[in-house]
């Protein structure tokens, strides 16, 4: 059955650095997502992105963060200078549609993000 | 906003017995999904029921919706142990909204 592959499984980053978070959707998937739980919390939306570009973005989602899909396959999120409350796990998701008729997201196995 | 709420926060039953956990949610939505996450694990998509639907069923699982009241069920028939993991709702407002908005879950445990 088809996958989004998220790496790496754990990051541990100092406070003030750049990290980026790959995934690699489904193949024919054209929707995409970034999502994260904070440790014991509920899981949040960050964004959506469609057509190379994004379509939707919450307040969480600031100037630090920003997503790319540089080639046909890989979409990235990138924080600039990551902070404690950072620490999470990230989600990354890709659908076929928009979730509205059938089918619903793929989500990841996650990436652990530890600030310290 | 749109949170949804699942209730009971934790719920602990027997092998073979059923459990059933609750999501409300405040605004008028699209579809509404149920998602299973085992412990430090990704999320699972079980069930997507869209807003004219009222029922829905994959094999053990039955999902109701009613939107009059802004609630949906999920019921796990013949629980397993392995069906122990937290349980959440995700809900998609009207309007074409790229989004879901996930409850706060269920952590069900199943003793064998």
């Known amino acids: 059955e088809p996958e989004v592959t998220q790496t790496p499984s754990h990051q541990v980053t100092q406070m003030g650095q750049e990290v980026i978070l790959r995934c690699v959707p489904i193949s024919n998937h054209l929707y995409f997502y970034w999502y994260r739980q904070i440790l014991g919390q509920k899981v949040e939306f960050l964004v959506s992105?469609?057509?190379?570009?994004?379509?939707?973005k919450s307040e969480i989602f600031d100037d630090q963060f920003s997503v790319e899909r540089p080639d046909g396959s890989n979409f990235t999120l990138k924080i600039r200078s990551t902070k404690l409350e950072d620490s999470a796990m990230y989600f990354c998701?890709?659908?076929?549609?928009?979730?509205?008729?059938?089918?619903?997201?793929?989500f990841g196995s996650g990436t652990r993000l530890t600030v310290v | 906003s749109q949170q949804g709420e699942e209730d009971p926060q934790a719920l602990s039953i027997q092998e073979g017995e059923n459990a059933t956990m609750n999501c409300s949610y405040k605004t008028s939505i699209n579809n509404l999904q149920w998602y299973r996450q085992n412990s430090g694990r990704g999320l699972v998509h079980l069930i997507l029921i869209r807003s004219n639907e009222r029922e829905k069923h994959s094999g053990r699982l039955r999902v109701t919706l009613d939107t009059s009241k802004k609630s949906s069920s999920l019921l796990i028939t013949a629980s397993r142990a392995a069906d122990t993991a937290s349980y959440f709702c995700a809900t998609e407002g009207l309007g074409g909204t790229y989004k879901y908005i996930f409850g706060t879950g269920t952590r069900l445990k199943v003793l064998a």
């Open positions: 998701a890709s659908s076929e549609d928009m979730g509205r008729i059938n089918y619903g997201y793929t």
């Open positions: 992105f469609y057509n190379n570009e994004i379509s939707e």
